[in-house]
T-cell receptor, first 116, second 115 residues
Framework: AQSVTQLGSHVSVSEGALVLLRCNYSSSVPPYLFWYVQYPNQGLQLLLKYTSAATLVKGINGFEAEFKKSETSFHLTKPSAHMSDAAEYFCAVSAAGGTSYGKLTFGQGTILTVHP | DTAVSQTPKYLVTQMGNDKSIKCEQNLGHDTMYWYKQDSKKFLKIMFSYNNKELIINETVPNRFSPKSPDKAHLNLHINSLELGDSAVYFC??????????????FGPGTRLTVL
């Protein structure tokens, strides 16, 4: 079984400030982890993914995430927020095999607001 | 050059009606999915098809029936619509079953409102 918990349904930062969106996962098998972004009235776009290679993963738009097995975490960060980063962000886990193979399980989402 | 497209974008209908949502991908992917996003933005997988074969069928009422005429299309038919079916439905596709390194590419969503 897999699950994802995103801490904080809303995060608000000032433009230029650090962005930190938290994600913790639970998986009975080695996980693959993803961050997706959803802009208003649009579909989901992949930001980055962890696939058991490097634990620090770089994605698009300056985002990165670090897989920490000991903490079962995959937090998303960006050093300097832009106004265009305002969106909803979803963390997701997929099982690397087993009966859940092929199934993405999403967290509840975090809305990021960026203030001028 | 749309990768994953869905029609319609908006669908408003009465309780008890039957409706279909269509999805097409031009990425040459083998696997397609349907997800439901509820009013609280929670996303949950409903079905997945790999080369027209049903692979994942979550606990979804049998009023929902996916149909895959070919591997580029996965349609969702809903019978006897209920108020609780109101949601945004997303189609997605990937080269193989996700869980390897393959990314799922999402369509723009279909907002279904049942009155």
């Amino acid at each position: 079984a897999q699950s994802v918990t995103q801490l904080g349904s809303h995060v608000s930062v000032s433009e230029g400030a650090l962005v930190l969106l938290r994600c913790n996962y639970s998986s009975s098998v080695p996980p693959y982890l993803f961050w997706y972004v959803q802009y208003p009235n649009q579909g989901l776009q992949l930001l980055l993914k962890y696939t058991s290679a490097a634990t620090l993963v770089k994605g698009i738009n300056g985002f990165e995430a670090e897989f920490k097995k000991s903490e079962t975490s995959f937090h998303l960060t960006k050093p300097s927020a832009h106004m265009s980063d305002a969106a909803e962000y979803f963390c997701a886990v997929s099982a690397a095999g087993g009966t859940s193979y092929g199934k993405l399980t999403f967290g509840q989402g975090t809305i990021l607001t960026v203030h001028p | 050059d749309t990768a994953v497209s869905q029609t319609p974008k908006y669908l408003v209908t009465q309780m008890g009606n039957d409706k279909s949502i269509k999805c097409e991908q031009n990425l040459g992917h083998d696997t397609m999915y349907w997800y439901k996003q509820d009013s609280k933005k929670f996303l949950k997988i409903m079905f997945s098809y790999n080369n027209k074969e049903l692979i994942i069928n979550e606990t979804v009422p049998n009023r929902f029936s996916p149909k895959s005429p070919d591997k580029a299309h996965l349609n969702l038919h809903i019978n006897s619509l209920e108020l609780g079916d109101s949601a945004v439905y997303f189609c997605a596709s990937s080269r193989r079953l996700a869980g390897e390194t393959d990314t799922q590419y999402f369509g723009p969503g279909t907002r279904l409102t049942v009155l």
